[in-house]
């Protein structure tokens, strides 16, 4: 793509991302922001990632020998080339997880029989595959699930059984994805994965013996599952970090994409003007490769229509090899630095920009922040609040008790004026004209040492592997472009070329035997289930947060 072509792309997206943004405040505003219907039908969606082809890559010696430590496209080309087949990899997974998951506590639902059954399908399937044919996920429990329940962790979907799938669901399940079961969750997607009383559930894979350190929310469950080779990969969804977040706590690859690009159809919502679908993976590939699936228009969505095309995701997480070694990019980048951004780590994120540096095509830029940058991005953050409480104004009437240790967000929505909405959607019109006619005019992608510019603002977001700092993943924050996911994954994949970072994964913890649980994750009917409707009214006995603590982190 030459600099004129390149150009004229990033000016027309972003006038339609302009346009975009004011449609999907309007929205909010004239009634958009409503609950689906558990009874409505699921929107006709073409099916995600027609067409999509696999890069034949080089499987490591250590995913031939444990299928589980295999990426998902590295478990794809075994299955291509007849080395592995679908049901041998779910039955390892589902022996991890009835062995380790009472540890994790990753899982809120396990769909095992079902999963078996869609794997044996897959290994009959003759002719034209899906991409994903074959390949086990797990699901955020605020996702629809046709026949599996679905909670969002929360005292008021604790009977919620979903008459269809979320168009993301249908679009994974649609190009051959299996459903191992509902990643465990925060709350109504507010903090880290705890019972709705505030009692903590998940750990971070890389210390299941401690549960304070931080595995980040609200996708902890879907992120623990796939660090914890208990899933090939996950998809989260993300209002204030909640993708990329548990991504740098766990070494993953997390990318938010812009607003829009994947829907949101069928997912139990926070907020209409920032909730994003998007993966939690090992790698640059591996989120290319849902992502792909996931994105394009939804006539469930109106946040997914009109935008620019998905552009080829996997060409740009192929990272490039240079004649005399290392990678290079395919187009000329410019990564801005922000005078913070080594921030507590850094060690870690000065060996970063020094292996950055060394990829031919890279150039490392300073940036400065306006003065008025911690204004725009704190002052105004708590306009999302409204946004989460009005489709919920029926159960803060009915029984507040039904919010949990979440209650006090919610009731912060309704403390906030309209007027104040008001000058903070002025507000945040004025930050995007910062941010891409300022902040990113000399750049084409940012560090990021904080979610919430580009969450607000739902430009694209990836987290992804950078080291460690005392035992425990390090990850960072690059933010691009609207509808430019495909430079972040670029950068990445170069980035992941010449480091190991990503392919490090955790130590198992201790358990009780292997046999014992094996039969469990195999014998049950519908699920292997970490959080039942008793589970979910039970107090439990771990450390808790308190209201104010899940008010204070609440995405």
Same mark, same amino acid.
């Given at each position: 793509?030459?600099?004129?072509?390149?150009?004229?792309?990033?000016?027309?997206?972003?006038? #339609?991302?302009? *346009?975009?943004?004011?449609? =999907?405040?309007? *929205?909010?505003?004239? %009634?958009?922001?409503?609950?689906?219907?558990?009874?409505?039908?699921?929107?006709?969606?073409?099916?995600?990632?027609?067409?999509?082809?696999?890069?034949?890559? !080089? =499987?490591?010696?250590?995913?031939?020998?444990?299928?589980?430590?295999?990426?998902?496209?590295?478990?794809?080309?075994?299955?291509?080339?007849?080395?592995?087949?679908?049901?041998?990899?779910? !039955?390892?997974?589902?022996?991890?997880?009835?062995?380790?998951?009472?540890?994790?506590?990753?899982?809120?639902?396990?769909?095992?029989?079902?999963?078996?059954?869609?794997?044996?399908?897959?290994?009959?399937?003759?002719?034209?595959?899906? $991409?994903?044919?074959?390949?086990?996920?797990?699901?955020?429990?605020?996702?629809?699930?046709?026949?599996?329940?679905? &909670?969002?962790?929360?005292?008021? /979907?604790?009977? /919620?059984?979903?008459?269809?799938?979320?168009? +993301?669901?249908?679009?994974?399940?649609?190009?051959?994805?299996?459903?191992?079961?509902?990643?465990?969750?925060?709350?109504?997607?507010?903090?880290?994965?705890?019972?709705?009383?505030?009692?903590?559930?998940?750990?971070?894979?890389?210390?299941?013996?401690?549960?304070?350190?931080?595995?980040?929310?609200?996708?902890?469950?879907?992120? @623990?599952? $796939?660090? +914890?080779?208990?899933?090939?990969?996950?998809?989260?969804?993300?209002?204030?970090?909640?993708?990329?977040?548990?991504?740098?706590?766990?070494?993953? #690859?997390?990318?938010?994409?812009?607003?829009?690009?994947?829907?949101?159809?069928?997912?139990?919502?926070?907020?209409?003007?920032?909730?994003?679908?998007?993966?939690?993976?090992?790698?640059?590939?591996?989120?290319?490769?849902?992502?792909?699936?996931?994105?394009?228009?939804?006539?469930?969505?109106?946040?997914?229509?009109?935008?620019?095309? =998905?552009?080829?995701?996997?060409?740009?997480?192929?990272?490039?090899?240079? &004649? &005399?070694?290392?990678?290079?990019?395919?187009?000329?980048?410019?990564?801005?630095?922000?005078?913070? /951004?080594?921030?507590?780590?850094?060690?870690? &994120?000065?060996?970063?920009?020094?292996?950055?540096?060394?990829?031919? %095509?890279?150039?490392?830029?300073?940036?400065?922040?306006?003065?008025?940058?911690?204004?725009?991005?704190?002052?105004?953050?708590?306009?999302?609040?409204? !946004?989460?409480?009005?489709?919920?104004?029926?159960?803060?009437?009915?029984?507040?008790?039904?919010?949990? $240790?979440?209650?006090?967000?919610?009731?912060? %929505?309704?403390?906030?004026?309209?007027?104040?909405?008001?000058?903070?959607?002025?507000?945040?019109?004025?930050?995007?004209? !910062?941010?891409?006619?300022?902040?990113?005019?000399? @750049?084409?992608?940012?560090?990021?040492?904080?979610?919430?510019?580009?969450?607000?603002?739902?430009?694209?977001?990836?987290?992804?592997?950078?080291?460690?700092?005392?035992? $425990?993943?390090?990850?960072?924050?690059?933010?691009?472009?609207?509808?430019?996911?495909?430079?972040?994954?670029?950068?990445?994949?170069?980035?992941?070329?010449?480091?190991?970072?990503?392919?490090?994964?955790?130590?198992?913890?201790?358990?009780?035997?292997?046999?014992?649980?094996?039969? #469990?994750?195999?014998?049950?009917?519908?699920?292997?289930?970490?959080?039942?409707?008793?589970?979910?009214?039970?107090?439990?006995?771990?450390?808790?947060?308190?209201?104010?603590?899940?008010?204070?982190?609440?995405?």
């Amino acid at each position: 793509m030459s600099d004129a072509l390149g150009g004229t792309r990033r000016a027309l997206n972003r006038r #339609t991302f302009l *346009a975009s943004s004011a449609a =999907v405040t309007g *929205a909010a505003v004239a %009634g958009g922001v409503l609950l689906p219907s558990p009874a409505a039908a699921a929107p006709a969606a073409a099916a995600g990632g027609a067409g999509l082809t696999l890069p034949d890559i !080089e =499987v490591r010696d250590a995913a031939r020998k444990d299928p589980t430590e295999a990426t998902l496209a590295e478990a794809a080309v075994l299955m291509r080339q007849r080395k592995l087949t679908s049901v041998t990899l779910v !039955e390892a997974y589902l022996d991890r997880i009835g062995t380790f998951d009472s540890v994790y506590q990753a899982y809120a639902e396990v769909t095992g029989d079902r999963a078996l059954a869609a794997a044996r399908t897959a290994d009959r399937r003759t002719g034209r595959r899906g $991409v994903l044919n074959g390949i086990p996920l797990c699901i955020k429990d605020n996702y629809f699930t046709k026949d599996v329940p679905t &909670r969002a962790n929360s005292y008021i /979907f604790e009977d /919620f059984v979903p008459e269809y799938d979320a168009t +993301a669901v249908a679009r994974l399940t649609g190009a051959g994805g299996i459903v191992l079961g509902k990643g465990q969750m925060g709350p109504l997607a507010t903090t880290r994965a705890t019972l709705p009383n505030g009692t903590v559930t998940t750990v971070n894979a890389w210390t299941p013996d401690d549960p304070a350190v931080d595995p980040g929310g609200s996708s902890t469950g879907p992120a @623990c599952a $796939v660090a +914890a080779r208990m899933a090939s990969s996950s998809i989260g969804t993300q209002t204030g970090g909640s993708i990329v977040l548990p991504a740098n706590r766990q070494n993953l #690859t997390g990318l938010k994409p812009t607003l829009g690009r994947a829907s949101v159809y069928g997912v139990i919502p926070l907020s209409y003007t920032r909730d994003h679908s998007g993966p939690l993976a090992r790698d640059a590939m591996d989120a290319a490769l849902m992502l792909s699936v996931l994105a394009g228009p939804d006539p469930g969505d109106p946040r997914t229509l009109g935008l620019p095309d =998905v552009p080829d995701l996997v060409r740009a997480a192929t990272p490039v090899i240079a &004649r &005399r070694g290392g990678a290079q990019m395919r187009h000329a980048t410019r990564i801005g630095v922000p005078a913070d /951004f080594l921030g507590t780590d850094g060690d870690v &994120r000065r060996a970063l920009l020094d292996r950055l540096d060394g990829i031919s %095509g890279v150039t490392l830029v300073d940036v400065a922040y306006p003065a008025d940058w911690s204004l725009l991005t704190s002052g105004f953050n708590a306009a999302r609040l409204p !946004e989460r409480t009005e489709p919920f104004r029926y159960w803060l009437r009915e029984d507040p008790r039904k919010f949990g $240790v979440s209650l006090l967000s919610w009731l912060q %929505g309704l403390m906030l004026s309209g007027d104040e909405w008001i000058t903070a959607q002025r507000a945040k019109n004025h930050l995007l004209r !910062e941010v891409l006619d300022t902040v990113m005019n000399d @750049c084409d992608v940012l560090f990021q040492t904080d979610v919430v510019p580009f969450d607000l603002l739902g430009l694209p977001l990836i987290g992804f592997p950078a080291g460690f700092v005392d035992g $425990v993943p390090s990850g960072v924050l690059l933010g691009g472009q609207p509808y430019e996911e495909d430079r972040l994954l670029e950068v990445v994949a170069a980035y992941q070329a010449v480091t190991d970072w990503h392919t490090r994964r955790p130590a198992d913890p201790a358990t009780p035997s292997k046999s014992t649980s094996k039969s #469990t994750s195999k014998s049950t009917s519908k699920s292997t289930s970490t959080m039942s409707k008793s589970a979910v009214r039970a107090a439990g006995t771990g450390p808790r947060l308190t209201a104010e603590e899940a008010a204070e982190l609440s995405a």
